[in-house]
Structure formats: C-alpha cells, structure tokens
C-alpha cells in the first residue's frame, strides 16, 4: 500500500509541475511578446 502511495504521489506532483510549467508559459508569453511590441 505504502508503493503504491508513494508513486501516486510521485506521479500526481510531475502531472501538477507540467500543469503549472504550461499555465504559466501560457500567462508569460503574451506579455513577453506585449513588451517586445512596446519597446
């Protein structure tokens, strides 16, 4: 039982990483592009 915690744990946190990693890329890059328009 504690394996299998364990790697739902693991596996849950790299599924949660790749969420954020996306969302925040996806939130960052327009205001990149906004600010290399502006200067």
């Known amino acids: 039982m504690l ?3 364990i790697q739902i744990m693991t596996l849950l946190r790299t599924i949660l990483k790749r969420v ?4 925040i890329t996806l939130l ?12």
């Open 3 to 5: 394996l299998i915690c």
């Open 20 to 23: 954020l990693y996306a969302l």
């Open 28 to 39: 960052l890059n327009p205001s990149f592009e906004k600010g290399k328009r502006r200067g």
